[in-house]
C-alpha cells in the first residue's frame, strides 16, 4: 500500500511522499509494504523530496512486512511514522517487519532522521516511545524533540503544550537528536531516554529531568541532567 507520490518540481527530480491515516479496529497485518517514502525522479538525479507521514491506529499489529516513510533517493531528511495500538495486550513484539523513517544524503548536511512513535496497547497517550534512528547513514542535522508552551522563537511559533514525561525517547544507529524548545522555564521531562553508541542528544542548553537515562553501555542514575 502505497500513497502515492507528491508534487515533484519542475526539474521533475523530487518525488515527495504523501501523508496517511489508517485506523483498523481488529488486527493490522502487514506481511507486504505501507509507504509514504519519497524517491528519486525520473531524470535520475539523486535528490529526493521529502518522505510523507504514516498514522496508524489498530487494535494489534502483525506480520514480517514493512512500515516506511523513509527517503529513497538522497540529501533528504525522514519522515514521520506514529502507531498506537488499542487493545490492551497488544505489544509491538507481535510484529517482526521493520518500520523506517531515516533520512539519506550524499551530502551528510542536507539529511537527518526522521521520527517513529509506538504507543503499545497498555500505554497511555503520549506514553510510548519517540525513536530515532538514522539506518546508519551519517548526518550533521538534528532531529528535533520539541515540548512547548506558549514560546516565540525565530524557528517556531506555537502556543500548543506536548507532554512528554510519560513517554521514552531513544536515539540510535547513528542518529542526532535535540531538545530545541524546553517548557517555558527551560526543562523538559520525558520517562527514559536511551541514546545509543555513535548517536547524539544535544539540550541545546535546556534541562532535561527523566526517571532512567542509558547513554551507550551506562545506565545513568535518577536525576537532571
Known amino acids: 500500500m ?7 518540481n519542475s526539474y521533475g527530480h523530487q518525488k515527495p511522499g504523501a501523508a496517511m491515516k489508517l485506523v483498523v ?8 509494504t505501507i509507504s509514504s517514502d519519497s524517491y528519486t ?11 510523507g507521514s504514516i498514522n496508524i491506529t489498530a487494535g494489534k499489529l502483525t506480520g514480517v512486512g514493512a512500515i516506511s516513510a523513509k527517503t529513497s533517493g538522497q540529501n533528504s531528511a525522514g519522515g514521520r511514522v506514529a502507531i498506537r495500538l488499542t487493545k490492551s495486550t497488544s505489544v509491538f513484539e507481535d510484529f517482526s517487519g521493520k518500520i523506517l523513517a531515516h533520512g539519506k544524503g550524499a551530502d551528510s548536511k542536507k539529511t537527518s532522521s526522521g521520527t517513529v512513535y509506538l504507543q503499545a496497547g497498555n500505554e497511555p497517550e503520549k506514553g510510548g516511545t519517540i525513536i530515532i534512528n538514522n539506518n546508519g547513514n551519517t548526518s550533521q542535522l538534528y532531529t528535533p524533540v520539541m515540548a512547548t508552551a506558549n514560546i516565540q522563537s525565530d524557528k517556531y511559533v ?6 512528554f514525561k510519560n513517554a521514552s525517547l531513544v ?9 530545541e524548545i524546553a517548557d517555558a522555564n527551560g526543562v523538559f521531562n520525558m520517562n527514559a531516554v536511551t541514546v545509543a553508541e555513535g548517536s547524539k542528544l544535544d539540550l541545546f542548553g535546556n534541562t532535561l529531568m527523566v526517571k532512567s537515562a542509558k ?6 542514575k535518577v536525576g537532571t541532567y
Open 215 to 220: 547513554l551507550g553501555d551506562t545506565k545513568l
Open 25 to 32: 479496529t481488529g488486527t493490522l497485518n502487514v506481511d507486504g
Open 171 to 179: 536515539v540510535e544507529n547513528s542518529a542526532l537528536a535535540s531538545v
Open 158 to 163: 506555537t502556543d500548543e503544550i506536548v507532554d
Open 41 to 51: 525522479g525520473q531524470d535520475g538525479l539523486p535528490y529526493a523530496g521529502c518522505p
Open 2 to 8: 502505497s500513497t502515492g507520490l507528491g508534487q515533484s
